[in-house]
């Protein structure tokens, strides 16, 4: 984190949404950004000559650092089945590298923050737990632990169910009880099926009734955690919704008057449009499989651009970890994505870093703040070149420039 700085930016974007300023130099103080002037060359020759800490980044593109807001870190995006299924199995010792790998990938590409959707062996908060080193890989881990399903339903690769007689409400409180003082950052629930590749369009239906949904984030609410639920079709992202759940996950069918509904509850929407197109890169190009997936994120784009009119708040998570999904990159498809549904990157990058940060509830966390970003990098070139530079990953992520 940038204790003291003056920084001279080509281009700045500055988290908000708004467009790029060009030629700005930006002042922090205590790890504050004080003041945001535009510049021109005599200015910056000023700076130059009185600053002690100047840093000069005009040829780059300065903006906060970003945030994917679900992953799966104890999976890696390889389409190989044979390792896939070795990482679903495999025990703590030989995912820990794995997870090492995983948070390096995120790094390199300016995330600063992931929130975890779970895994059925808990690796990911088992190494938050006792392997996590922010001083070494300073990225925040928001870990959900294992997510919550109904027996016999979708799920059980990132979690497990209730008990048999337990309600989910009372498997929550007492899982909490057990695991005190430690526990997870959210609550993560499976409330739906996934999308058929056979049938476009078919929808599943709910794993648990209002009623049962409104109790589980009850108990949630009252030890302070938030509820992220996984939400396929009208019905199960209805009850999510009105369960009082803090974001819906990936969302396929969500429909119109469930966008107004989150509208007006302040729920999030994180879409994980990124999923469908590599999944379909993954398979024969003119199977019928690969066409349903690309209806999907086709239909899913279109969604995105009726939230977006709505003003539905939507982060930007990739699901990486899935099939074809890999850790680091996949923020670069997923943010292409939303430009596609009719984001401009300002845009795109806001729901990743502001948006991203107030979901994980980071933003007056002391290393990470948006309004006051002091978590910036700075890629290299023009925004028109962003996605092409942070591919080749020419960025800077540490501007640490104090005086
Ligand atoms: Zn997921």
Not at 69 to 90: F, I
Not at 135 to 140: A, D, F, I, S, T
Request: with cysteine; glycine share 8%.
């Amino acid at each position: 984190m940038i204790r003291n700085a003056l920084i001279f930016a080509g281009w700045l974007i500055d988290g908000t949404g708004k467009p790029a300023l060009k030629n700005v130099i930006i002042k922090i103080e205590k790890g504050a950004v004080v003041k945001i002037v535009k510049s021109d060359s005599e200015s910056k020759i000023h700076f130059q000559k009185t600053a002690k800490g100047y840093a000069d980044f005009s040829d780059y593109t300065v903006l906060p650092a970003l945030v994917d807001s679900h992953v799966h870190l104890s999976m890696s995006g390889t389409p190989d089945l044979k390792v896939r299924q070795h990482q679903l199995e495999a025990d703590f010792e030989e995912i820990k590298p794995v997870i090492d790998a995983h948070i390096y990938n995120h790094m390199s590409y300016g995330i600063v923050a992931v929130r975890d959707g779970g895994d059925h062996l808990g690796h990911a908060m088992r190494y938050r737990n006792q392997c996590f080193d922010f001083q070494k890989m300073p990225l925040h881990m928001k870990v959900a632990g294992k997510a919550w399903k109904r027996q016999g339903r979708y799920g059980k690769l990132i979690g497990r169910s209730p008990q048999k007689g337990e309600t989910l409400a009372e498997a929550i409180q007492k899982e909490l009880l057990e695991l005190y003082p430690i526990r997870p950052d959210h609550i993560k629930i499976v409330n739906s099926g996934i999308n058929s590749l056979k049938k476009f369009g078919k929808q599943t239906l709910p794993q648990f009734s209002l009623e049962e949904m409104k109790e589980a984030v009850k108990v949630a609410q009252d030890h302070d955690l938030p509820v992220m639920v996984h939400a396929n079709g009208y019905e199960p992202v209805k009850i999510a919704v009105e369960s009082g759940c803090r974001s819906v996950e990936h969302g396929f069918f969500i429909g119109e008057d469930n966008f107004k509904r989150m509208a007006d509850y302040g729920t999030c929407w994180v879409p994980t449009a990124c999923t469908m197109k590599a999944y379909a890169n993954t398979l024969q190009p003119e199977s019928p499989e690969a066409c349903a997936a690309r209806k999907y994120l086709e239909h899913q784009l279109n969604q995105m651009a009726l939230a977006k009119k709505l003003g539905v708040q939507m982060a930007v998570g990739t699901d990486a970890g899935s099939m074809g999904v890999n850790h680091g990159h996949a923020i670069i498809e997923e943010l292409r994505l939303f430009m596609e549904a009719g984001f401009s990157l300002e845009q795109a990058l806001s729901c990743s870093s502001k948006n991203g940060a107030h979901l994980l509830g980071m933003e007056n966390s002391e290393h990470f703040s948006v309004s006051n970003s002091v978590s910036f990098f700075a890629v290299k070139g023009s925004p028109g070149h962003f996605f092409e530079n942070l591919e080749k990953k020419l960025i800077i992520t540490d501007l640490g420039v104090t005086c």
